[in-house]
């Protein structure tokens, strides 16, 4: 059986305890009214005790609400019918009674109730000096017909009020969704930064090593010391940014010198006889960019390194208006892009390359073809509120070298363009 809408099943909101509050003091506000004659001494005494056992059921249903609130209104209604049979003035109490009966009934059941009630009113009045008056009818009518009007009323604005908890509650667990998203999406960019990160560095430090290694079990007593002390420089390097991961501190290599030496370094010592270039005059430049040309540079040569056989590298580093490049090139094997190794190694190093230059807003263009060599260019913008210029180099010129001997610049592989 369905329940009017006035009071919805596990209905608890404060607006709802507030009209109840209101409706339990109208009671007995009304119920002291009509029995104050009888305490005056100016209407029948009889109704003092019901009364008192009218006012105490209804305190108890109201204090201890009871699960069969059919019956505890059956109760309070009895008493007041004895009342208004006693004395017309509890005729007025009728009025509260109403909405009991719409919120304590089903539909099917309050709204006779309640047109009983009135009849009950009604007939009461006509009993009183002056007999049935139209007055007499209409006031209690239209009383009930408030009621009703009021209840249905106040339970369309509670479904409103439902709906916009709901939408709510929506509101509130799509945010919690779309936090859950992006601490996922966080974890997963983290989880590809640190990758990109070990292939960059560690795992290509300990490529050297191995190859540093392979070449000193052939090399002459001479030779072989070289690479040992080779050997021993980049496993430093790995231990540091192994700490550098741990402590997420800047690059070892952009510590103590800045982006073009750090460059000049990683270009002589990842391939001996390799050529570094600087055009422009350098500018500082965002952490984040640095790190990334100097990846860009450590994979590339690594890549050059192991899989080139090449008889010249140059690395060239461009300072431009509004933006800086670099490109590494190298004469050697070449390969088809798109297809690396057996084990992906390079594949992986290049969508790698690429990732970090697009996360700055910049482009990388790879150019290679079997025989004809390698060449890697990146563009990466620089804002102008970020071009401070950096205390000149050691080697000041335009273009500076390291390498043996008067290496030409970068020049394209054949067919195509740095």
């Known amino acids: ?23 339990h003091g109208s009671f007995y506000v009304l119920l002291a009214v009509a029995a104050a004659p009888a305490v005056a001494g100016t209407g029948p005494s009889t109704v003092l005790f019901p009364v008192a056992v009218l006012a ?22 009895a008493l ?22 719409q919120g304590a009934l089903p539909v099917r059941w309050a709204h006779p109730a309640i047109a009983a009630a009135t009849a009950a009113v009604v007939a009461a009045q006509a009993g009183a000096p002056g007999g049935l008056t139209a007055a007499k009818v209409i006031g209690p009518a239209a009383g009930a017909a408030v009621a009703i009007l009021t209840g249905y009323g106040y339970a369309a604005l509670y479904r409103e009020s439902r709906k916009r908890q709901q939408l709510i509650d929506d509101l509130l667990r799509t945010r919690d969704e779309l936090a859950a998203a992006q601490r996922e999406a966080g974890r997963l960019a983290e989880r590809q930064r640190l990758a990109r990160e070990i292939h960059d560095t560690l795992a290509q430090g300990l490529s050297s090593i191995v190859l540093l290694a392979r070449a000193a079990e052939t090399a002459a007593p001479g030779t072989a010391r070289e690479h040992v002390r080779e050997i021993g420089l980049t496993a430093s390097d790995n231990l540091a940014e192994a700490r550098r991961f741990v402590q997420a501190l800047t690059p070892p290599a952009l510590e103590d ?14 391939v001996p006889g390799a050529v570094f270039r600087l055009d422009g005059a350098p500018c500082a430049l965002p952490m984040e960019t640095e790190v ?3 990846r860009l540079t ?20 461009a300072f431009l208006d509004g933006q800086v490049t670099l490109d590494v090139y190298d004469d050697g094997a070449g390969f088809v892009p798109g297809d690396g190794p057996a084990d992906g190694r390079r594949t992986f190093g290049l969508h790698g390359m690429r990732e970090r230059i697009a996360a ?10 079997p025989g004809e060599g390698t060449a890697i260019a990146a563009t990466v913008p ?5 071009a401070a210029a950096l205390p000149p180099p050691q080697r000041s010129p335009a273009t500076s070298e390291v390498s043996g001997g008067a290496e030409p610049a970068a020049t394209t592989p054949k067919g195509a363009a740095a």
């Open 1 to 23: 059986m369905s329940r009017t809408p006035l009071s919805p099943p596990g209905a608890d909101m404060p607006s709802l305890r507030l009209v109840r509050l209101a409706l």
């Open 56 to 77: 105490a059921v209804y305190g108890l249903g109201v204090v201890r609400p009871t699960a069969r609130p059919g019956l505890w209104l059956t109760a309070v209604t």
């Open 80 to 101: 007041w019918l004895l009342l208004l049979a006693l004395d017309h003035g509890f005729s007025y109490v009728a009025f509260p009674l109403f909405f009991l009966f």
């Open 257 to 270: 010198a800045p982006l073009p030496e750090a460059l000049r370094r990683v270009t002589a010592r990842t």
């Open 292 to 294: 990334a040309l100097l």
């Open 298 to 317: 450590q994979e590339a040569l690594a890549n050059v390194a192991r899989h080139a056989h090449a008889d010249r590298t140059a690395v060239t580093l």
């Open 360 to 369: 700055l807003g910049g482009t990388l263009t790879v150019e290679s073809a």
């Open 382 to 386: 620089v804002g102008s509120a970020e």
